[in-house]
Nanobody
Framework: QVQLAESGGGSVQAGGSLRLSCGAS????????MGWLRQAPGKEREFVAS????????LYSDSVKGRFTISRDNTKNTLYLQMNSLKPEDTAVYYC???????????????????WGQGTQVTVSS
């Protein structure tokens, strides 16, 4: 079982940027595809982005494509999400998550991920 801890959330004005980080421990981080998902008040948790175990493949939701970049550093057991051109509708709690199975491709359903962090709040004001 992997333990995940997000950081880097905060409040920013529309058009601004934030970089989220997710530190992992407890299992071989480098063997697992990872993802970022978010949940806004009153809404279901939704997919944001995911990345393969090697970092060679990525997947993005249409709502963030071209604005957000997911990356990973397997030497540091850390996952990142660079968020640019933020919009008020990006306001949510952001979670990092680890895929159920090793050596996988990026996936985009909440049920594909077996371990979750506690989340970090991102608030974008207009």
């Amino acid at each position: 079982q992997v333990q995940l801890a997000e950081s880097g959330g905060g409040s920013v004005q529309a058009g601004g940027s934030l970089r989220l980080s997710c530190g992992a421990s407890g299992q071989t981080f480098s063997q697992y595809a990872m993802g970022w998902l978010r949940q806004a008040p009153g809404k279901e948790r939704e997919f944001v982005a995911s990345i393969s175990w090697s970092g060679g493949s990525t997947l993005y939701s249409d709502s963030v494509k071209g604005r957000f970049t997911i990356s990973r550093d397997n030497t540091k057991n850390t996952l990142y999400l660079q968020m640019n051109s933020l919009k008020p509708e990006d306001t949510a709690v952001y979670y990092c998550a680890c895929d159920w199975a090793p050596w996988g491709v990026p996936r985009d359903l909440p049920g594909d991920f077996g371990s979750w962090g506690q989340g970090t709040q991102v608030t974008v004001s207009s």
